[in-house]
């Protein structure tokens, strides 16, 4: 699922890909202004390699002399790697529909991105598709290299039976503020309903942190990146005290500090899970759950609250040589009627603006998914910085040492933590 992200690491020069090149044939003259065959990627999704047929042979249709050869990204240890050994190979495909926010600056970097606002209508068609959130996806230098295009937004899943056997309302779960959170964790754990109150990973990987301090802290600062203006923002008051609280759950008992090889909330190891919308179809059969926002201190009413975004954007890859029809290509795939073909298949909410608004008939129809159709518009995206892996890393280092193990101070970790961050970022 989305998780499953890896470093962009120097190891992926040397993977050798058997790829056909991004485009066959071509017109000639400035591959920005160029139209032909191109090549696209989608990811091993079942519902979204679904949804990448159908786009496909929707456009293939009406274009005969630009059509789209698409296949799944090729297999490798992950999907960033892949990408990283074909830019560097030179034979990157036009689009990749599974491209993730995280590695862009470093796809940036190796020159392998191309910048959508080169186009005439690049940067205004991602802004008025994508509202407001579009501010979050541009790279340093004010530009776009990539298209906001889907997100899972994370909410507190929970285990109604769970929840009912321990005697609490699940209906109406006691979760929004960090007290009755963690009463309530500590009612699930005591009375035997559940043997983790919840279960995030607490493996070191970078990405890890994305589903247990990112989401809270986005709520609790009402919308703050790990990273704005260039400086660390999570040492402060507000980092601290969502530190503490995830502290609070490894120290009591309530989270385990044991890695889980399978999904603990699927397999009944624990009541509650921080996940997004690709969940539902997951659980449908396995969990009766409901959902909620995740906490805050004060507990901040549903409307108003942040998230982590969990999302996978489009990239255009600088090998390709028919970039104009590759760019329409991208925006016919946006488009409002796909962007409801990919909410119907896959139940991931496009990055559009009142998502709600612009399919009314879906959210009726599929009301499991109206609260994330909502919390979409909510939304906090990894920072786009330099080095951006490397930040994640750090930060994960830290916080798994003071946090989920217990050693040291908080406050100081997240200070020393801050300090590197702000080191790597400034470092071009």
């Known amino acids: ?104 600056p470093q796809f940036q970097k190796q020159g392998g991105l191309v910048d959508l606002s080169s186009f005439k209508d690049g940067a205004s068609y991602i802004e008025d598709r994508s509202g407001d959130n579009a501010a979050q996806y541009k790279s340093d230098d004010g530009k776009f290299y990539q298209m906001p295009w889907k997100s899972n937004p994370v909410m507190i899943f929970y285990n109604k039976d769970m929840f009912t056997k321990a005697g609490l309302d699940a209906e109406n779960p ?44 986005a709520a609790e600062s009402g919308g703050t990146q ?59 059969d396995k969990v009766n759950w409901g959902a909620v926002p995740v906490p805050t201190s004060a507990g901040t009413a549903a409307d108003k609250t942040y998230t982590f975004s969990d999302a996978k954007n489009v990239a255009m890859y600088s090998s390709c040589k ?37 399919y009314p008939a879906y959210f009726t129809a599929n009301p499991a998914y109206l609260q994330f159709g909502d919390q979409a518009a909510r939304t906090v995206e990894v920072p786009n910085v330099s080095n951006s892996v490397e930040v994640w890393q750090d930060f994960r280092d830290a916080y798994s040492k003071s946090v989920i193990f217990g050693e040291g101070d908080v406050k100081k970790s997240l200070a020393g933590a801050a300090e590197k961050i702000n080191q790597l970022v400034a470092t071009k």
Request: charged fraction near 15%; charge should be negative.
């Open 174 to 217: 006691s979760l929004a503020t960090y007290d009755e959170f963690l009463a309530t964790a500590r009612t699930l754990v005591s009375s035997g309903a559940a043997k983790n109150a919840i279960f995030p990973s607490p493996t070191s990987e970078f990405y890890q942190s994305w589903f247990d301090f990112y989401p809270l802290y």
């Open 1 to 104: 699922m989305t998780r499953r992200i890896l470093a962009v690491t120097a190891a992926s020069a040397t993977v050798v890909l058997a790829l056909g090149a991004c485009a066959s044939g071509g017109t000639s003259g400035d591959a920005g202004t160029a139209r032909g065959p191109i090549t696209i990627w989608y990811s091993n999704n079942s519902s979204e390699i679904e949804w990448g047929k159908q786009m496909v042979t929707a456009w293939n249709a009406d274009h005969p002399n630009e059509k789209v050869k698409a296949q799944e990204i090729p297999a490798g240890k992950s999907s960033e790697e892949v990408i990283g050994a074909a830019i560097t190979a030179g034979n990157a495909p036009c689009l990749i529909y599974n491209t993730a926010p995280v590695a862009v």
């Open 322 to 358: 028919n970039q104009a029809t590759a760019w329409d290509v991208l925006k016919f795939s946006t488009s409002k009627a796909q962007d409801g073909q990919l909410l119907d298949l896959t139940g991931q909410m496009p990055i559009r603006a009142d998502l709600p608004t612009a």
């Open 226 to 284: 790990l990273v704005e203006n260039g400086k660390a923002t999570f040492d402060d008051a507000t980092g601290v005290k969502v530190a503490e609280f995830w502290k609070t759950l490894y120290t009591e008992g309530l989270a385990s500090k044991e890695k889980y090889q399978s999904d603990s909330f699927a397999d009944g190891v624990a009541a509650m899970s921080i996940v997004g919308p690709w969940a539902v179809p997951v659980y449908k």
